[in-house]
């Protein structure tokens, strides 16, 4: 069993940037697979970012590559998304998850949740 706490919203402005962090309790944490999704206000939850549990691969959605970085430390259980080049679109609550089996962009295949964390990025 892991449990999520994700930190490190908040407000910023266009062109700003914000990191994300995600604290996982479990001894499974290293052999898990994380990933970031977010939720705008009326619209579905979307991928964002996954990394596989030795965080030698990862994997962006097209509207956050190249401005989005996921990364993992498992010596301390966290996971981080670095977010730069932030756009009013970027504006969502921010989900960390974790999944059992090999990342995916797939939120129904993850089994671990945090409680999200709200990004607004001001225009």
């Known amino acids: 069993q892991v449990q999520l706490v994700e930190s490190g919203g908040g407000l910023v402005q266009a062109g700003g940037s914000l990191r994300l962090s995600c604290a996982a309790s479990?001894?499974?944490?290293?052999?898990?697979?994380m990933g970031w999704f977010r939720q705008a206000p009326g619209k579905e939850r979307e991928f964002v970012a996954a990394i596989s549990w030795k965080g030698i691969s990862t994997d962006y959605a097209d509207s956050v590559k190249g401005r989005f970085t996921i990364s993992r430390d498992n010596a301390i259980n966290t996971v981080y998304l670095q977010m730069n080049s932030l756009k009013p679109e970027d504006t969502a609550v921010y989900y960390c998850a974790g999944t059992r089996g090999i990342p995916t962009r797939i939120a129904s295949l993850y089994d671990y949740w945090g409680q999200g964390t709200q990004v607004t990025v001001s225009s």
């Open positions: 479990g001894r499974t944490f290293s052999s898990t697979g």
